[in-house]
């Protein structure tokens, strides 16, 4: 499970190029779409926003009917076969998301997906935005926070670290995105943020705010019991 603490921290790009890495070693991968209020997943990979998660948890549809394959040789032709599937939101957003999230559909459609892929990426709304995920915590393996460096505030992350311990979640670490090219070195540039606020304005994508490594307000090593590594660096795929 990928999530963040808040919107515009890059946890959907960060999920989405897991999946791609995790299917170019060879794993069975289901990228798995969340977020039922806000969904990009479609968007960003140029695939139908439907049918989808809400409409195989309302029983429309099932896990097999609604993925759909992404084909990571398309562009490069050089018949590989790395593909991985991915389960957006779906096209007709439901009343209620959080119900459908918590509900004995979501924990069939998870131990099915299990069977049938060897990792399962969740893409999941941010959690201090809204509690749609926490019902999630305790049915996946493992748990990646991505934060964005001199936007997130350490009080804000360490709350969350509480938070997410006292709820039992399995925590692997922190992903700290956002990190600038500085003349001592450090690593390339991100820039990934989507609308999610329900009010007041969102970053646009590409405006991310970045600091270089060690800047004051800089996403916090210590705030997570793995520590913090750049999202450039591989990330273990035994678990999601």
């Known amino acids: 499970m990928v999530a963040s603490a808040a919107p515009g921290d890059g946890k959907t790009t960060i999920a989405r190029h897991l999946a791609g890495a995790a299917a170019r070693m060879g794993a069975r991968v ?89 990792l399962v990426v969740i893409d999941t709304p941010p959690l201090t935005a809204v509690s749609d995920a926490f019902p ?5 393996d493992g748990v990646i926070i991505v934060g964005r460096v001199g936007r997130n505030r350490r009080d804000i992350a360490q709350r969350l670290h509480e938070t997410l311990t006292g709820a039992g979640a399995p925590l692997l670490g922190v992903v700290a995105n956002g990190f600038k090219q500085g003349r001592r070195g450090g690593y390339g540039s991100y820039g990934y943020a989507y609308d999610y606020a329900t009010s007041g304005t969102a970053p646009k994508a590409g405006t991310g705010a970045t600091a270089d490594a060690g800047t004051e307000g800089s996403a916090p090593t210590g705030a997570f019991p793995n520590g913090a590594v750049s999202a450039d660096e591989p990330i273990p795929t035994s678990q999601a």
């Open 30 to 118: 289901l990228l798995l779409e969340a977020d039922l209020r806000r969904p990009t997943m479609a968007q960003q990979l140029d695939v139908l926003s439907g049918p989808g998660l809400a409409d195989v948890l309302i029983g429309a549809v099932s896990l097999s009917e609604a993925t759909q394959t992404i084909d990571l040789d398309q562009t490069s032709g050089d018949g590989g076969g790395r593909m991985f599937d991915v389960l957006v939101a779906g096209a007709a957003l439901p009343p209620n998301p959080g119900e459908l999230i918590e509900s004995h559909a979501m924990e069939s459609l998870l131990e099915q997906a299990k069977v049938k892929y060897d």
């Open 136 to 140: 999630l915590l305790r049915k996946v």
